[in-house]
């Protein structure tokens, strides 16, 4: 899982855990959506937790469940010019110094492909390959940046950082819970499954289907 996932997930997993089966143990492996089905189907991980995007396809042996939505509002550190408008004007966000994320290290974020299909571009002069280290370049400089937000489950500290909405909107994600179909008749699986749900779906099981999958 990515940075930004793991910081929602992984502190909410293992205080379940510490109370629930504290002699199991979770080891997180990072990585990207396209590592999510590779990681599944050689059993190198059991779930994946992560935004899977419509542009890269789904094996069939993949079985998911939604658990939150991540808005992309625009970060910018809570003195600069642009943090004094209500509205951030189309060309004054354009101009602006952008930082973006690429977590595999490729160009051309989603948010890009956006304004491209509208015949603009923002000045993109940096990017990095972890969500902790954006946040905290943008707290620290004059660069702005189109990050993500999960309403009710954030952790990033806001202290010297304002957070608005772009003037154009970034689509917002689904963050899923997916395994191997291998894992269906696995009672231990489909329980650990049901506590991810629990402990971190905006919208839980019903509590009838938590007690049959934990049988």
């Known amino acids: 899982m990515t940075d930004y996932v793991a910081c929602i997930a992984g502190p909410r997993l293992l205080a379940q855990l510490g109370k629930l089966a504290p002699g199991m143990r979770l080891h997180a492996l990072p990585g990207t959506v396209v590592d999510f089905s590779r990681s599944l189907d050689d059993g190198r991980a059991d779930v994946a937790i992560g935004a899977y995007n419509d542009e890269v396809e789904r094996p069939a042996f993949m ?8 808005e992309f509002p625009c970060f910018m550190r809570s003195d600069h010019p642009l943090a004094k408008l209500d509205r951030i004007p189309l060309k004054s966000f354009l101009n602006a110094r952008h930082l973006e994320v690429s977590l595999s290290g490729r ?6 492909r956006v304004l491209q299909s509208r015949g603009l571009q923002r000045n993109l002069v940096a990017t990095v390959s972890h969500y902790s280290a954006a946040y905290e370049a943008v707290r620290r ?3 702005i940046a189109v990050l993500p937000w999960s309403e009710g489950l954030e952790t990033v500290r806001m202290t010297g950082l304002k957070r608005a909405m772009p003037p154009l909107a970034a689509p917002a994600r689904t ?8 894992h269906e008749t696995s009672a231990l699986h489909q329980w650990f499954v049901a506590l991810i749900v629990e402990t971190l779906a905006r919208d839980p099981l019903p509590r009838i289907v938590r007690t049959r999958l934990r049988g």
């Open 63 to 70: 079985r998911s469940r939604r658990l939150w939505t991540v």
């Open 175 to 182: 963050v899923e819970l997916v395994w191997h179909e291998r």
């Open 141 to 143: 400089s004059d660069l």
């Open 107 to 112: 160009a051309g974020a989603i948010y890009d």
